[in-house]
């Protein structure tokens, strides 16, 4: 028996997006694939914080207070806070900003990825990105002796999750109302700022009183204390963890208000 | 189901900080028709298409691309459209040839990307990244971006600023080809060759209104209304340009003509003469050149090309 309904058209073929995880997925690719293979994003990404690792743990040169923990157990957590903030901030500020002066978040927004499925994209690109950053300071450190408590492990995770939060909201603010080369400068600015005063590495508690004050509720004091408590002690601090939470919600609605695609 | 056009704006309103870039525009444009939208810089031909992309939502008026609202509908209308634009869009970071297949993954059933990449010679700086590309090569990886995912309806802005006249040739085969498959082609230049070569339709806008809009043909046709109309119906409307080694007296010439033509001087060395041009009339314009001991450097003798129409229309004064 033949078809019953002759001269049926045939299914068009074109003009059918591809399925939305693909989509997603191969933006996060790209976006991975692009940071990793840029000179100076590797440079911030991956390089510096595992030298600033090695650097500390071996260097006698800084004195810090590790309140009996080893030197290398104290400062991972730290150093993992502050590779977050280079892929979630800096380094996604960074790109966003010169893919809106250059039309690409336009161009894509046409295609069927649009605006949706490219800050999928974006934030799965900078999962990917922070768990090579996990992988390689976690090894490194491993070497130098690094013994994370096991029940903190997962608890970390959450840490991770609101930092690249609230960072990548905050890259998206910045990317999107500013001029490309004034992201460029703040961008690498706010990090090294945040990086010494904004008890990410050197927890807030022992910074100088006013900047200890400020410190405590930045998003970068509240995730390396969040990551601290959790890799050190195994349990979930709650007030720096709740800070880093309305952080991201705030950021993140703030993002939403004033990020601009042209 | 009533016949509905590709593209359909009409009304579209659409002003920035209170400046009004786009001031009541209609557009139609059918599928396998190419459709050129011309204008000067600052016309409200990007504008226009960017409404007509989703990529702005209009103030005021209505816009449908394949019947669906660009902006409401996006999802369903993205996959169907395809978008040049006119500053490319490319990341910079990302080699040309990975840029097209990353594209292409964005689509069920993608064009092949290596007879594309054929097609408009991508394989010379295949491995090339974007920010490393001349003005031409970027143009034509961002056709093959936008043409990958096998639209019914392409934008194109701007598609041949940058590139070089062999580029530019592989491009409107390109666009030639894809109207005859029954794409709606919808481009934005200022280039005259361009519109006149390659459109079936052209919609002349400036300030954010259209001027003047049908074929080519018709625009010619179209004289200025202040102008008289010379000869008999079917007489081609013509223009004789003289060029001159020296500055020479245009009020002059007209006396000798005589009735039925217009001098116009163009610049110090050159005049217009429009109306009914004949063989008489080249050969009174040697003879009275002849006369006064002046060598025409060039004589140009033709229709009046869109180029007359396009500053008709929008004004010959520098903005």
Redesign the interface.
């Known amino acids: 028996m033949t078809d019953p309904t002759p001269a049926a058209p045939a299914p068009p ?7 939305p995880v ?2 997603v997925l ?2 996060a690719g ?1 976006e991975t694939r ?1 940071i990793l ?2 000179g100076e994003q590797l440079l911030v990404t991956v390089v510096i914080p595992v030298l600033a690792l090695v650097g500390l743990v071996r260097g006698t040169f800084v004195e810090i207070d590790t309140a009996g923990a080893s030197r290398v157990d104290f400062l991972t957590p730290g150093l993992l806070a502050l590779a977050v903030m280079t892929a979630s901030f800096t380094s996604q500020a960074i790109a966003t900003a ?2 809106r002066r ?3 978040l ?9 605006r949706g499925g490219l800050l999928a994209g974006k934030v799965l690109g900078v999962l990917a990105v922070e768990l090579v950053q996990v992988v390689l300071i976690g090894a490194v450190a491993a070497l130098l002796g690094w013994r994370p408590d096991p029940a903190g492990v997962a608890l970390a995770l959450v840490g991770l999750v609101l930092g690249t939060g609230a960072f990548t909201a905050l890259a998206l603010v910045v990317a999107g109302t500013l001029r490309a080369e004034a992201v460029l400068a703040l961008a690498n600015l706010l990090l090294l700022v945040l990086a010494l005063g904004g008890g990410v590495v050197v927890p807030a508690a022992d910074l100088p009183a006013p900047v200890a004050a400020v410190a405590t509720w930045l998003p970068s004091g509240a995730l390396g204390d969040v990551l601290r408590g959790t890799l050190l002690d195994g349990t979930l601090p709650l007030v720096p963890a709740l800070v880093l939470a309305a952080w991201t919600v705030g950021l993140g609605a703030l993002a939403a208000r004033v990020f601009r ?2 | 189901m009533p016949h509905s056009p590709a593209v359909e704006v009409r009304g579209l309103v659409k002003s920035y900080d209170g400046r009004t870039v786009v001031d009541g525009l209609d557009l139609t444009a059918e599928a396998g028709r190419v459709t050129a939208v011309l204008g000067p810089n600052g016309a409200g031909k990007t504008t226009t298409v960017e409404c007509c ?4 939502s209009p103030d005021a008026g209505r816009v449908r691309v394949l019947g669906l609202d660009p902006v409401a509908d ?2 369903a209308l ?4 395809g ?1 040049m ?1 006119q ?8 080699r040309a040839r ?1 840029v097209l297949d ?2 292409a ?5 993608p064009a092949s990307t290596d007879a594309l990449a054929d097609r408009l010679g991508l394989g010379a700086f295949a491995r090339t990244t974007v920010r490393r590309l001349s003005g031409g090569q970027r143009q034509r990886l961002a056709l093959a ?1 936008a043409v990958v ?4 309806v392409v934008f194109l802005d701007e598609p041949s600023a940058g590139m070089d006249p062999q580029a530019r040739l592989a491009v409107w085969d390109l666009v030639r080809e894809l109207r005859d498959e029954g794409v709606a082609v919808i481009l934005t230049t200022h280039l005259m060759e361009e519109a006149e070569d390659l459109a079936d339709h052209v919609v002349v806008v400036d300030h954010g209104r259209v001027l003047a809009e049908g074929t080519v043909a018709d625009l010619l046709a179209g004289a200025r209304a202040d102008d008289a109309r010379p000869g008999a119906p079917g007489d081609p409307r013509t223009t004789l340009v003289v060029r001159t080694e020296r500055p020479v007296d245009a009020a002059d010439l007209r006396r000798a003509l005589g009735d039925g033509l217009a001098v116009e001087q163009r610049s110090a060395t050159s005049l217009a003469v429009t109306g009914a041009v004949g063989p008489r009339t080249l050969a009174d314009v040697t003879a009275w050149l002849a006369a006064h001991d002046v060598l025409a450097t060039r004589l140009d003798l033709g229709r009046r090309t869109l180029e007359d129409v396009f500053l008709d229309l929008t004004g010959r004064t520098l903005r």
């Open positions: 073929t074109a003009g059918l997006a591809a399925p693909r989509r191969a933006q790209l692009t293979r840029n010169f893919d250059n039309g690409v336009r161009l894509m927004a046409t295609t069927p990825l649009g695609w042209h | 992309e989703g990529l702005r996006g999802a993205r996959p169907r459209v978008v634009l500053d490319g869009g490319l990341p910079s970071g990302v990975d990353h594209v993954r964005m689509y069920a059933h971006v995912g096998r639209p019914r």
